[in-house]
């Protein structure tokens, strides 16, 4: 699915990430972004991202922006499951069924984030600009903010090979 990419050892400078707030589904912020910027995001495979004990499923769409790679990961995921299927029984009186794996978002830090878009490489001062201005625009955006690489927990997981 995407590319294990070990920080140290990559030469490649850091995708740009921006954490989005908004007030719309996924279908709907997709939508506004690709009538709004050009995006061109399509729908992808769901991403699988691990958090320790479960498997989510996170909505992925991807397209291209000014010559860069852009892809769109939706925080909430879509749905979970147990890595070891046989440990999740529940307990006391119904202790034959079993639990469903509970839903965790991909970031929990910063708050309120609703999706992140990757966008690698970077792109320019100029054209950062004018992508942050018609960010604003957008009438379902509530917020966005700069996450840094480095501080994303599973980031291994948003690297994914380019559009074809």
């Given amino acids: 699915m995407g590319r294990l990419v070990l920080d140290a050892l990559n030469e490649c400078p850091p995708p740009f990430v921006l954490g989005i707030t908004s007030s719309?589904?996924?279908?709907?912020?997709?939508?506004?972004?690709?009538?709004?910027?050009?995006?061109?995001?399509?729908?992808?495979?769901?991403?699988?991202?691990?958090?320790?004990?479960?498997i989510a499923h996170h909505a992925l769409f991807r397209g291209s922006y000014s010559g860069s790679d852009v892809s769109l990961l939706w925080n909430y995921p879509e749905d979970s499951e147990w890595i070891s299927k046989s440990n999740h029984k529940g307990t006391g009186l119904f202790s034959k069924e079993i639990e469903n794996a509970p839903l965790l978002n991909f970031i929990i830090?910063?708050?309120?984030?609703?999706?992140?878009?990757?966008?690698?490489?970077?792109?320019?001062q100029n054209e950062m600009v004018i992508l942050q201005n018609k960010l604003l625009m957008s009438p379902s955006i509530v917020n966005y903010k700069q996450i840094p690489w480095l501080s994303i927990r599973g980031r291994e997981n948003l690297l994914f090979e380019p559009v074809k």
């Avoid at 279908?27 to 729908?43: G, K, T």
């Fill in 24 to 54: 719309a589904q996924d279908v709907q912020l997709v939508y506004e972004l690709n009538v709004s910027l050009s995006f061109a995001l399509s729908r992808s495979a769901d991403a699988l991202c691990r958090n320790s004990k479960i």
């Fill in 109 to 124: 830090k910063p708050r309120n984030i609703s999706a992140l878009l990757i966008i690698d490489p970077e792109l320019s």
